[in-house]
């Protein structure tokens, strides 16, 4: 038979997928819905959403090379950096208690809210001086 579970996850991963697929982050959404209406764990949230986002960034590194949108030459400038900090990072969660990551997420989440809210106000009257 078809198991419920598989569909609330098949589910959750379109939620997803929506923003993620318009650039906004599908683990801003996909991690608080695995936790809280799925029970799964904190360290089993992100190790999913870091597992998800690895076909997501292949597709759409593909789309950006096919529109010329990616200077090849600054590659190694972001790879570099971004292997490092995403390994250490890794690491670093391991070893974290699922309590305290979730409110280090938590707090990484009102960070980001604050930022995009108040980089709106700040575009908006850029708009209005440019007028």
């Known amino acids: 038979m078809f198991d419920l579970d598989f569909l609330w996850f098949l589910i959750a991963g379109f939620l997803a997928g929506i923003p993620g697929g318009m650039g906004m982050g599908g683990g801003t959404v996909l991690i608080p819905i ?7 764990t904190q360290h089993n949230a992100q190790a999913v959403n870091l597992i998800t986002f690895i076909p997501m960034a292949i597709v759409v590194l593909i789309f950006h090379f096919k529109n010329k949108l990616v200077k090849v030459k600054d590659l190694l400038w972001l790879i570099i950096p971004a292997v490092v900090f995403g390994v250490g990072a890794s690491l670093l ?7 305290i990551l979730k409110r280090i997420f938590g707090g990484f989440l009102i960070v ?3 930022i995009q809210f108040f980089s709106q106000k700040i575009k908006q009257k850029a708009q209005k001086m440019l007028k």
């Open 112 to 114: 980001l809210s604050v």
């Open 34 to 40: 695995l936790i809280v209406f799925l029970g799964v």
């Open 93 to 99: 969660a391991t070893v974290i208690k699922g309590e």
